[in-house]
């Protein structure tokens, strides 16, 4: 009688003490950064989590279709069988999103996971769009023109099959646009975003001051852009602080880095200078 006495203050003690920490954990996560997007998020160490842990909001995944699958790589010499879309990023988000009620960090902020598709476009769309389907309480759909949103809002980039997805009646993705989609009459919901290579239209190198003709142009993009809820991304920029106040202060939507720490430690500094 005394040994089950025992054992179930021992039980009681340990239940309590994965509530205490689950809450301790969950109060004490980092803040999340409306601004933070991890690029070709796969190559951290703890892919999605190193970016969660950080307090981003937005993250990046290749993919290539390999049979009925979707694994994650940037290329295809570095494809593995255990790296697949759901494992690394769909089944750890949804877990995420049930134990913080609906969000994906404890605040309801948005959060982003933008697919860059490798192999072919049609094809892999077919393939990720059934895959999206099978987490209808985690990620944003659209039904007949109406977006619903949900914790994750998924956007395809790379080979991104525009009539396929247009033609979509349920979707479960938006287009990630580029500088030469700025004037297009698409809706915002199906094409949320412009990315683009910075080095492919602007000349300053992030070191000194930006020239005015790539300021103004930075100006005119991101005005374009939001004039039609659209939000603004550009890749091949570089990690530097010049670079990213650049970008915030200039309204860039998500500063895309691989420095996951430092854009970090760049942002909150901003957060607690205002």
Known sequence: MKQFQLSM?????????????RVYSQTNAAPPLALAHAHNDYAHSRPLLD??????TSVEADIYLVGSELWVAHSQDELKPERTLQSLYLNPLQQRVRQNHGSVHATDDPFYLLIDIKSAAEPTYA????TLARYPEMIS????????RNAVTVI????????????????YA??????????????????PLISDNWRKHFRWN????????????????????????RRVRFWATPDTPAMWRVLHGNGVDMINTDDLAGLETFLRQIDRDR
């Open 206 to 229: 992030g070191k000194g001051t930006i020239s005015t003709e790539d300021q103004q142009k930075l100006d005119q993009t991101i005005a374009s852009a939001h004039a039609r809820g």
């Open 9 to 21: 203050i021992l039980m009681t003690f340990l239940s309590v003490a994965t509530v205490e920490t």
């Open 51 to 56: 970016a969660l842990d950080h307090g981003f």
């Open 174 to 191: 938006g287009i990630d646009g580029r500088l030469s989609d700025l004037g297009s009459r698409l809706p915002s919901h199906l094409m």
């Open 141 to 148: 759909v659209v039904r007949d023109g109406e977006l619903h």
């Open 127 to 130: 393939a990720l769009a059934k």
């Open 156 to 171: 395809v980039s790379g080979n991104r099959p525009f009539e396929m997805m247009t033609a979509e009646t349920v979707r």
